[in-house]
């Protein structure tokens, strides 16, 4: 071996003694130190004063006998690897050592030096591999216990962060009523008595002053909306919806019926196929909205003196649903097509296509409430396909599928 070994030999018969100097030597074991103790007080004492890098151990001492001997050698040296010395018929005791922690065993008379040699270094390694062992585990404890402290602070900066959302939904719901009610209260006031200034003084008004109060009304009911599309973008932020499956074809109708006035005032042509359609997981006055806004947005991005063409269809997907809503609209440049998802994001003048920019902002949070996605394809100058897509709820297992119980006689 490449480095000095101490040996402590812990035998008290002299010419034993002399044999496995012999055998070390016969060995050609290199560098080391042989150090002799006859009785097991002078190898506990030695072991307390310096280590050795192993022990070989007769087990018939002056002063102890048997597996007294390994156990106290032992205990007073945990880390130092031992290898019994046994006398024939023995071997049933060096087995019960090796139970309890020592090395190896070797029976005195059938001892050579290449099995002598083998074992200490055998005896060496295998301690030296416990000692790794125990040192990855110990490094692996604190590494679970520090893993259970990140875990324990993560646990409760979720606990606080948990109750900082919920705070903030709180005062968004505050803020959602101060929208419906101190808001929207005195734009209605404005707006009665700017008709009334119309209605009784309108005649005896300039045109400037009869073209202020069209600018007041324009502007008290986008206002309006902008309180609605506040509202509706503030109840999406919190509260359970309730999830099942939803037919696209009943969405759609309704959908389509809500804007029965808008598709008349524009003249608007709707195409819709949506025969054969898969339901989706959904909910349904969610998707009501979210598709009322899609096409309502298809009918008014349309160039000035185009009647709007919108087309509706759904493709069935392994494990979705997507729904295309298709426009002969304005399109949408590259760069701006994520950008119109997030809320307030207008690309227009509001006198050519008036609206407060947060309808988008709904369909894309409603949807991704509901697990699904949504996205848009886009030419400038050749109309826009804006898409849904939605989660199929899973179909039942067969008849004698795995896990169903099978019927039978």
Request: aromatic content about 6%.
């Amino acid at each position: 071996m490449a480095d000095p070994v101490t040996i402590l030999l812990v035998e008290d018969s002299a010419a034993d003694v002399r044999l496995f100097r012999e055998m070390l030597r016969e060995a050609e074991w290199g560098e080391h130190a042989l150090v002799h103790a006859g009785r097991l007080a002078d190898a506990l004492d030695r072991l307390r004063h310096s280590p050795a890098d192993v022990v070989l151990l007769d087990l018939t001492l002056p002063d102890s006998q048997g597996l007294e001997t390994f156990l106290r050698i032992h205990q007073q040296a945990p880390g130092v690897p031992i290898v019994l010395l046994t006398g024939l018929g023995s071997e049933e005791l060096g087995t019960r050592a090796v139970q309890l922690g020592a090395q190896d065993y070797l029976v005195k008379g059938e001892i050579d030096h290449r099995l002598l040699t083998r074992a200490i270094r055998y005896a060496i390694h295998r301690k030296s591999t416990e000692r790794e062992l125990g040192r990855l585990y110990r490094e692996a404890e604190l590494a679970r216990e520090e893993l259970q402290r990140y875990a324990a602070e993560l646990e409760r900066r979720v606990a606080e962060r948990t109750a900082e959302l919920r705070d903030s939904y709180e005062r968004m719901e505050q803020f959602s009523y101060a929208v419906s009610h101190d808001l929207r209260a005195p734009l209605r006031a404005i707006r009665g008595y700017t008709e009334a200034l119309r209605e009784d003084f309108g005649d005896e008004l300039p045109e400037p002053g009869r073209e202020y109060i069209r600018r007041i009304v324009k502007a008290t009911d986008y206002m309006s909306q902008l309180c609605e599309d506040l509202l509706q973008l503030a109840h999406l932020r919190g509260g359970e919806l309730e999830i099942e499956p939803v037919s696209l074809v009943t969405v759609v109708r309704d959908a389509t019926g809500h804007l029965t006035e808008v598709v008349r005032a524009a003249g608007a042509r709707l195409d819709v196929a949506l025969d054969q359609v898969p339901p989706v997981l959904g909910s349904r006055p969610s998707l009501v909205q979210a598709v009322t806004n899609l096409l309502s947005n298809a009918i008014k991005f349309v160039p000035a003196g185009v009647p709007p063409r919108v087309r509706v269809w759904a493709e069935s997907r392994e494990h979705a649903v997507r729904l295309w809503i298709e426009d002969n609209g304005i399109g949408i440049e590259p760069h701006h097509q994520e950008r119109i998802f997030r809320g307030f994001q207008r690309l227009h003048s509001q006198d050519r296509y008036p609206g407060s920019g947060v309808g988008l902002a709904i369909v894309r949070r409603t949807v991704e409430r509901l697990n699904g996605r949504v996205g848009v394809e886009s030419t400038p100058g050749e109309g826009s396909r804006f898409w849904i897509e939605l989660p199929r709820p899973l179909a039942p297992d067969p008849p004698g599928a795995p896990g169903e119980p099978a019927s039978g006689r």
